[in-house]
């Protein structure tokens, strides 16, 4: 039972460049969700998304696009990479949504912004 | 403007003792409150977590207290073993709000000393 996948785990881009970070679980979990997080700081929510074909923004999401196609998948798009982006970036999934129940991380994905 | 505050960026406690975590949040509709624990290069791992309906509550070692009044919860972890250093995540939800995703604190690093 691999959990939350995130692939890559780190990851260099320059100034202006686009990549998608992808994440996958395998838990049949309706809720995923993406976080960031910057040194010494929380982790602050990006994007989530409550079943396939759904996705609402969070607290953070200028910059970034996500999709959901399939329940297993929810990749987070970089559009134009700005230093500004450089951080830990952590999917998470959970059964429902509302906080109440337990939500699985990811390993995360270190993203350097030059 | 923080919803849920870490005061204490790190703590220190001898091998045996007891180690106490504080949190404290400023929005009244938070009523779910949880407890991550993170290792470094790994995603946070769920530890605990309480309702506000309750005022305790206790997994093995680990014991949570929620003051409602207060706006105060901690994390009680009771004899401190070697593998609890860590950061650990204070974060909120309002549930009956219908609010998706957690808010987190900055997170205490602690250290447990032989």
């Known amino acids: 039972n691999a959990g939350v996948t995130q692939t890559p785990k780190f990851r260099i881009l320059k100034i202006g460049q686009s990549m998608t970070l992808q994440c996958a679980q395998d838990?049949?979990?309706?809720?995923m969700y993406w976080y960031r997080q910057d040194p010494g700081m929380g982790l602050k929510l990006i994007y989530y998304?409550?079943?396939?074909?759904?996705?609402d923004k969070g607290e953070v999401p200028n910059g970034y696009n996500v999709s959901r196609s399939t329940t297993e998948d929810f990749p987070l798009r970089l559009e134009l990479a700005a230093p500004s982006q450089t951080s830990v970036y952590f999917c998470?999934?959970?059964?429902?949504?509302?906080?109440?129940?337990?939500?699985?991380f990811g390993q995360g994905t270190r993203l350097t912004v030059v | 403007d923080q919803q849920v505050k870490q005061n204490s960026p790190s703590l220190s406690v001898q091998e045996g003792r007891i180690s106490i975590l504080n949190c404290d949040y400023t929005?009244?509709?938070?009523?779910?409150f949880l407890w991550y624990k993170k290792y470094p290069a790994e995603g946070p791992t769920f530890l605990i977590s309480?309702?506000?309906?309750?005022d305790k509550n206790e997994d093995g070692r680990f014991t949570v207290f929620l003051n409602k009044s207060a706006k105060h919860l901690s994390l009680h972890i009771v004899p401190s073993q070697p593998g609890d250093s860590a950061v650990y995540f204070c974060?909120?939800?309002?549930?009956?709000?219908?609010?998706?995703?957690?808010?987190f604190g900055k997170g205490t690093h602690l250290i447990i000393q032989p």
């Open positions: 998470a999934s959970s059964y429902s949504g509302g906080g109440n129940t337990e939500a699985f």
């Open positions: 998304s409550v079943g396939a074909g759904i996705t």
């Open positions: 838990m049949n979990h309706n809720y």
């Open positions: 929005n009244s509709m938070f009523d779910y």
């Open positions: 974060a909120a939800s309002a549930v009956q709000e219908g609010a998706d995703g957690l808010t």
């Open positions: 309480i309702s506000s309906i309750k």
